[in-house]
């Protein structure tokens, strides 16, 4: 197999295995390395949104993760993320609220680094987070970006 299909092929199965795990309306959070790797992945989803999304007025709505991945390292990291850019985070009571966006996410180990899947509104977007000579997560290139049928419309 050649070099070029690896990396493309193994994304593939990495996505494919976490949404088995997560369900059809649940995020997923594979293991996180380090504290900080939260913090840079969470930072890298916020800004992602707040680009897509206007803050001050907007109501997100984050599927949550199962059961089993509750205590993940990521979740709080993200809503933290997401409030300092000035998002409101609907609780489970308010998630169907008209006007509040839905996202679910997925964060997967991949080769040397994590792969980030948001879809927001039905929107999705993936970015691979590599590990640098440092040892650190740094954005491996920009969100790749798929609308829907009815986004596009």
């Given at each position: 197999m050649s070099r070029a299909w690896r990396l493309p092929l193994a994304g593939l199965a990495v996505i494919t295995l976490g949404a088995c795990v997560a369900g059809p309306n649940s995020s997923y959070v594979?293991?996180?390395?380090?504290?900080?790797?939260a913090q840079v992945l969470?930072?890298?989803?916020?800004?992602?949104?707040?680009?897509?999304?206007?803050?001050?007025?907007?109501?997100?709505?984050?599927?949550?993760?199962?059961?089993?991945?509750?205590?993940?390292?990521?979740?709080?990291?993200?809503?933290?993320?997401?409030?300092?850019?000035?998002?409101?985070?609907?609780?489970?009571?308010?998630?169907?609220?008209?006007?509040s966006h839905r996202v679910?996410?997925?964060?997967?180990?991949?080769?040397n680094g994590d792969?980030?899947?948001?879809?927001?509104?039905?929107?999705?977007?993936?970015?691979?987070f590599a590990r640098n000579t440092a040892g650190t997560l740094q954005a491996g290139g920009p969100y790749t970006v798929r609308l829907s049928a009815e986004a596009a419309s």
């Amino acid at each position: 197999m050649s070099r070029a299909w690896r990396l493309p092929l193994a994304g593939l199965a990495v996505i494919t295995l976490g949404a088995c795990v997560a369900g059809p309306n649940s995020s997923y959070v594979g293991p996180i390395d380090a504290p900080a790797d939260a913090q840079v992945l969470a930072a890298g989803m916020a800004d992602f949104m707040a680009a897509r999304l206007p803050a001050a007025s907007t109501t997100i709505a984050l599927d949550p993760t199962a059961a089993g991945q509750a205590g993940n390292a990521l979740t709080p990291v993200l809503v933290t993320a997401l409030r300092e850019r000035g998002f409101a985070i609907a609780n489970e009571h308010q998630a169907g609220m008209p006007g509040s966006h839905r996202v679910r996410y997925w964060v997967t180990p991949l080769d040397n680094g994590d792969l980030v899947r948001l879809t927001v509104d039905g929107t999705e977007a993936s970015r691979f987070f590599a590990r640098n000579t440092a040892g650190t997560l740094q954005a491996g290139g920009p969100y790749t970006v798929r609308l829907s049928a009815e986004a596009a419309s």
